[in-house]
T-cell receptor
Framework: GESVGLHLPTLSVQEGDNSIINCAYS??????FIWYKQESGKGPQFIID?????DKRQGQRVTVLLNKTVKHLSLQIAATQPGDSAVYFC????????????FGTGTQLKVEL | GAVVSQHPSRVICKSGTSVKIECRSL??????MFWYRQFPKQSLMLMAT?????????EQGVEKDKFLINHASLTLSTLTVTSAHPEDSSFYIC?????????FGSGTRLTVV
């Protein structure tokens, strides 16, 4: 989750389809993970979080899966809508939250009508 | 919910001048605030952690004399970019810690000409 590149990976989906966005995090000791949505020119917006004692958490139209064995997070968005178009970042931290966050590279989600 | 107000949203300054960015927690007290920088199509990179009443902790590679952080009250942290140069042009974002959660400001687009 620490790599920074010049090109954001892009995921294009049709409206109404499900989207799966993946993230590899870097620190095996991280115990709190958050998914953020960032629209152009705005700050990150909280979507859903998960602690390391869980492997799945569901919200409204979103599900986060955590695989600690391979240090992998995924965000599933059901029935993707045009308003879901944005850049999505995973973030990790230690100590259960409140400490500094490390952001992943990010994925640009484009929803096609 | 918790709200963080960040000002200005956009600023253009001449090379060599200084620019101050404010980050305010509007309805909660934030003992800790974080400052990030984000270049186009890249992730958020933590610059420093600001604790009320004490010196900020800077990440490796961030010049503390160039990026001055002041956190004089529980609701206000400021980032001053001193002697700004075109390479400092970026999107600066603050985040305030509330318990184990984080609330982000809307960001400041700095353009140095």
């Amino acid at each position: 989750g620490e790599s920074v590149g010049l090109h954001l990976p892009t995921l294009s989906v049709q409206e109404g389809d499900n989207s799966i966005i993946n993230c590899a995090y870097s620190n095996s000791a991280s115990d709190y993970f958050i998914w953020y949505k960032q629209e152009s020119g705005k700050g990150p917006q909280f979507i859903i979080d998960i602690r390391s004692n869980m492997d799945k958490r569901q919200g409204q139209r979103v599900t986060v899966l955590l695989n600690k064995t391979v240090k992998h997070l995924s965000l599933q968005i059901a029935a993707t809508q045009p308003g879901d178009s944005a850049v999505y970042f995973c973030a990790e931290t230690l100590g259960g939250g409140g400490n500094k966050l490390t952001f992943g590279t990010g994925t640009q989600l484009k929803v096609e009508l | 919910g918790a709200v963080v107000s960040q000002h200005p949203s956009r600023v253009i300054c001449k090379s060599g001048t200084s620019v101050k960015i404010e980050c305010r927690s509007l309805d909660f007290q934030a003992t800790t605030m974080f400052w990030y920088r984000q270049f186009p199509k890249q992730s958020l990179m933590l610059m420093a952690t600001s604790n009320e009443g004490s010196k900020a902790t800077y990440e490796q590679g961030v010049e503390k004399d160039k990026f001055l952080i002041n956190h004089a009250s529980l609701t206000l942290s400021t980032l001053t970019v001193t002697s700004a140069h075109p390479e400092d042009s970026s999107f600066y974002i603050c985040s305030a810690r509330e318990g184990t959660g984080y609330t982000f400001g809307s960001g400041t687009r700095l353009t140095v000409v």
